[in-house]
């Protein structure tokens, strides 16, 4: 019996010896960009460029500003209605039911709340590899085994392979434009995976960074009654990482899965304001979409031009190929302060890099254009020697940033 199994089905007894067991990984935790980033991360310095979590440096549109501030004397008060607001804009927008939508501060619960519904001991997960991390952590804790597939020459998810590598999946994780490559799996292989997944799963389709990409959304076919749930939030193109508002899209009776497990708190009203605004701003996501690809090409062209090879993203993110072992690099830059990301197991010489805003990129490439020339053993043994690599505060690991 798992974990979770013993805490749903009440048996105290087998929980407590399954506790007593446990090590401190079979805990049940959310795993957002900010944890996972944060894992491996360097005590930031000031002035750090800091290219490392997916997250967007231009913050929220000043109309999202605006409404935050004028919401906060209302901080006192639980204002639900705001909510219902957001919903009727959202559902508005995409013609979409509002029973089909449920609201929650990021999309990181509903994407471990799905886990821990459709996936199980006998129940797969299946995901890509590279791919976002979170939801395996979420498997673990189910005891759900978890199929792994590489992507396709093209960088897409290998939706043959998924369904090959899983007749007993309970869940298929699709994450469109993928985390960490930045690339595409296109509407029709969704509908290929939809066509031919074992009966009674469910296809989860993550698109967080959507908007950033041509890419056609999975919402219709949501509208279309299949078994699948679309994740958005308003960490990424909307610059609201911080403050925290996400959605899952799905039929009703796939969502009231997922309320088993959460869901119900209220949600914060300055998050609800600031995401209304954003939604009614019409130039803001054409806008940052522009900015970021444009930025994401020169930052290309520069890496052509020294020989580079990176992963065609269409996203704020990408993996580059640096040759050389991944964690060798990210030290170095860091000892350089540019904090840039995490790499994945399977592809050990490449290092995700997250688009930042122009200046950003431009220190990103001298840094690394000096890390790459002059990489010796004392420049990685210098990286080293960098002081705190953690500080804790209330039980979380968590960088800190000297003063
Ligand atoms: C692929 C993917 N999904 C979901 C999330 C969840 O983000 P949040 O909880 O901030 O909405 C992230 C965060 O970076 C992500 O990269």
New binding site residues.
């Given amino acids: 019996m798992s974990e979770r199994e013993a805490i749903t089905k009440g048996s105290r007894r087998t929980f407590l010896q399954l506790s007593a067991a446990a090590t401190a990984a079979m805990a049940f935790r959310i795993a957002?960009?900010a944890t996972l980033a944060a894992e491996d991360r360097n005590t930031f310095h000031p002035g750090a460029v800091v290219i490392d979590a997916?997250e967007n440096p231009l913050g929220p549109c000043d109309a999202a500003r605006k409404a935050i501030v004028d919401m906060a004397p209302q901080g006192g008060r639980y204002s639900f209605w705001l909510k219902e607001e957001f919903v009727k804009t959202f559902t508005g927008m995409e013609d979409l039911k509002p029973e089909y939508l449920r609201v929650f501060p990021?999309?990181?619960e509903p994407?471990h709340f799905s886990v821990l519904a459709f996936t199980s001991p006998t129940k797969s997960y299946v995901t890509a590899d590279p791919g976002?991390e979170?939801g395996m952590r979420a498997a673990k804790f189910t005891g759900a085994r978890i199929a792994k597939t590489p992507l396709t020459k093209t960088y897409a998810h290998d939706v043959k392979a998924m369904i090959e590598a899983a007749p007993d999946a309970g869940l298929f994780y699709v994450?469109t434009p993928n985390?960490p490559t930045g690339t595409m799996t296109s509407h029709s292989d969704i509908e290929q995976l939809l066509a031919a997944k074992p009966k009674g799963s469910v296809v989860l389709v993550?698109e967080?960074?959507i908007h950033f990409s041509d890419g056609v959304s999975a919402i219709d076919l949501v509208k279309a009654g299949q078994d699948v749930i679309v994740?958005r939030?308003f960490?990424k193109i909307y610059g609201m990482?911080g403050i925290?508002c996400?959605m899952a899209i799905a039929r009703p009776d796939l969502l009231a899965k997922l309320e088993t497990y959460g869901g119900w708190s209220a949600m914060p009203i300055t998050a609800m304001a600031a995401a209304t605004a954003s939604l009614k701003h019409e130039h803001l996501v054409p806008e940052r979409k522009q900015l970021n690809a444009a930025i994401r090409q020169k930052t290309f062209d520069w890496l052509d031009r020294q020989g580079y090879t990176y992963t065609p993203s269409q996203s704020n993110c990408f993996m580059l190929d640096a040759k050389r072992p991944a964690k060798e690099v990210i030290d170095a830059m860091a000892a350089r302060n540019v904090y840039i990301g995490r790499p994945w197991p399977v592809w050990p010489t490449h290092v995700r890099i997250t688009v930042g805003t122009l200046p950003e990129m431009e220190a990103f490439q001298s840094a690394f254009d000096a890390v790459m020339k002059n990489f010796t053993a004392t420049g990685y043994a210098a990286s080293l020697s960098l002081k705190t690599r953690r500080s804790y505060s209330d039980g979380q690991c968590w960088p800190r940033v000297l003063s």
């Fill in positions: 957002t960009e997916n990021g999309s990181s994407l976002y979170a994450c985390n993550d967080a960074y994740l939030t960490s990482a925290r996400g």
